[in-house]
């Protein structure tokens, strides 16, 4: 079936270093990647997505990469700050049906 | 932006009471809507997908008797937990997607915290 694999679980950086999520999904069909952050008790929040058609994608601070033919895709957060602290969710969204599936989840800590 | 409003935002009750959660497109006409599930530290896990006017689609394992999905109009979900015991407590988070084909963008609620005592 679908799945998508996150990793780290955690991650804990110094305020103004990157920090890099990595994600890889099953389902080639899957054509729509977002990344959401999460506090807690909140809704996800939609940071940055990329489509099954781009390489790259860049909004300021945070940039999304994807690789098709290995089916992966990564966060990356540059000069990181406290507030970016949070928990960070990659998903697959599947063409057919549009069903995202997400990712365990990465807690992000950044220390000031 | 597209708005999604859910109510309520947190339930306390007792074993074996039935509680219903509503999710609402607010500026937009929703012909689908997503149910999911997070437990503490865990991740979004699809319950269901609910469309306007039939059926809803559950995941694997989720039991669509206990967790009933109505999807009367296009602007408007609910998920009633029948019968609710203590390990249906979680945070219960609706999304809703425009009309048109599976590429439109998925709008979240806020999400509801369920507790059964």
């Known amino acids: 079936g679908e799945n998508v694999e996150q990793h780290p679980s955690t991650l804990s950086v110094q305020e103004g270093d990157s920090a890099v999520i990595k994600c890889t999904y099953s389902?080639?069909?899957?054509?729509?990647f977002p990344w959401y952050k999460q506090e807690l008790g909140k809704r996800p929040q939609l940071i940055i997505d990329?489509?099954?058609?781009?390489g790259e994608k860049k909004d300021q601070r945070i940039a999304v990469t994807l690789n098709k033919t290995a089916k992966h895709f990564s966060l990356h957060i540059t000069e990181t700050q406290p507030e970016d602290s949070a928990v960070y969710f990659c998903?697959?969204?599947?063409?057919?049906?549009?069903?995202?599936?997400f990712g365990q989840g990465t807690t992000l800590q950044v220390k000031p | 932006g597209a708005v999604v409003s859910q109510h309520p935002s947190r339930v306390i009750c007792k074993s074996g009471t039935s509680v219903k959660i509503e999710c609402r497109s607010l500026?937009?006409?929703?012909?689908?809507m997503f149910w999911y599930r997070q437990f503490p530290k865990k991740s979004l896990m699809l319950m269901a997908t609910?469309?306007?006017?039939?059926?809803?689609?559950?995941e694997q394992g989720v039991e669509k008797d206990k967790f009933l999905i109505n999807h009367a109009s296009l602007t408007l979900s609910t998920l009633t937990v029948t019968s609710a015991h203590p390990e249906d407590s979680s945070f219960y988070i609706c999304?809703?997607?425009?009309?048109?084909?599976?590429?439109?963008?998925?709008?979240f609620g806020d999400g509801t915290r369920l507790s059964i005592l």
């Open positions: 500026d937009f006409q929703a012909t689908t």
């Open positions: 999304s809703a997607r425009g009309a048109g084909n599976s590429n439109q963008p998925q709008h």
């Open positions: 990329i489509r099954s058609n781009v």
């Open positions: 609910s469309n306007e006017g039939s059926k809803a689609t559950y």
């Open positions: 389902d080639s069909a899957s054509n729509y």
């Open positions: 998903a697959a969204r599947l063409s057919n049906t549009g069903k995202l599936i």
